[in-house]
C-alpha cells in the first residue's frame, strides 16, 4: 500500500459567467495528508471577478478547512459528497449576501 499513488478523482473548472467560476479538485491518496484523517486531498474554489471568494482545502500541516471571504475556519470533512454539498451552499450564501442591488 505505501507504493500506491494518488489517483485523481475529479478535476473540473465550472464557469458561472464571465465573472465567476468554480474550480474542484479532488485526489485519492495512499496515507492521509498531514493534519487530516481520511484519504482524500482536495481544493475547491469559487472566484468571482478574479477574487477567490469561498474554498475549501486540506493543505498539509493545516487539516481540513474552509475560507468565506477572509474568514478562514477548520472544517469537518465526511465524504466528498458531504463536502460538495457545504461548498455548494457557502457558493450560495455568498452570491446571496453579496448581491448587486
Given at each position: ?48 471577478d478574479s477574487v477567490c471568494v469561498?474554498?475549501y482545502d486540506n493543505e498539509v ?41
Amino acid at each position: 500500500m505505501s507504493n500506491m499513488k494518488a489517483a485523481l478523482i475529479a478535476r473540473t473548472r465550472i464557469v458561472y459567467s464571465t465573472h465567476s467560476f468554480a474550480e474542484l479538485v479532488l485526489w485519492r491518496v495512499p496515507t492521509p495528508v498531514q493534519g487530516s484523517a481520511h484519504e482524500f486531498k482536495y481544493r475547491l474554489v469559487y472566484v468571482v471577478d478574479s477574487v477567490c471568494v469561498v474554498r475549501y482545502d486540506n493543505e498539509v500541516g493545516k487539516g481540513d478547512h474552509r475560507h468565506f471571504g477572509a474568514i478562514e475556519n477548520s472544517y469537518k470533512f465526511s465524504t466528498p459528497e458531504r463536502l460538495m454539498v457545504d461548498f455548494q451552499k457557502d457558493m450560495a450564501r455568498w452570491n446571496d449576501e453579496n448581491r448587486s442591488s
